[in-house]
Nanobody
Framework: QVQLVESGGGLVQAGGSLRLSCTASRRIFDMAMNWYRQAPGKQRELVARSLNADSAEILDSLKGRFTISRDNAKNTVYLQMNSLKPEDTAVYYC????????WGQGTQVTVSS
């Protein structure tokens, strides 16, 4: 079992930044760690993924604004979001793959125009 706890969401004006954190209940060095988001009325979409400490991929449309990173020593993965836009408004979920998929509870990000 893996528990994931996200934090860092909130309300921000367009153009602002937020950093989301996801801390796992076990070490993450051997887990793929991902961020998804789900906007109202839309399907959940993969935003970023990190297969290991040397791997970081961002959804093409978000490249240049979002960055995923991980600190294996802290069992934590981050999503740095810059130049936020109203269309980035969504619930952001942390996901870990370790035999099966594990999900965090989600953190709300609201970007006002």
């Amino acid at each position: 079992q893996v528990q994931l706890v996200e934090s860092g969401g909130g309300l921000v004006q367009a153009g602002g930044s937020l950093r989301l954190s996801c801390t796992a209940s076990r070490r993450i060095f051997d887990m793929a760690m991902n961020w998804y988001r789900q906007a109202p009325g839309k399907q959940r979409e993969l935003v970023a993924r990190s297969l290991n400490a040397d791997s970081a991929e961002i959804l093409d449309s978000l490249k240049g604004r979002f960055t995923i990173s991980r600190d294996n020593a802290k069992n934590t993965v981050y999503l740095q979001m810059n130049s936020l836009k109203p269309e980035d408004t969504a619930v952001y979920y942390c996901n870990a793959l370790f035999g099966r998929a594990y999900w965090g509870q989600g953190t709300q990000v609201t970007v006002s125009s």
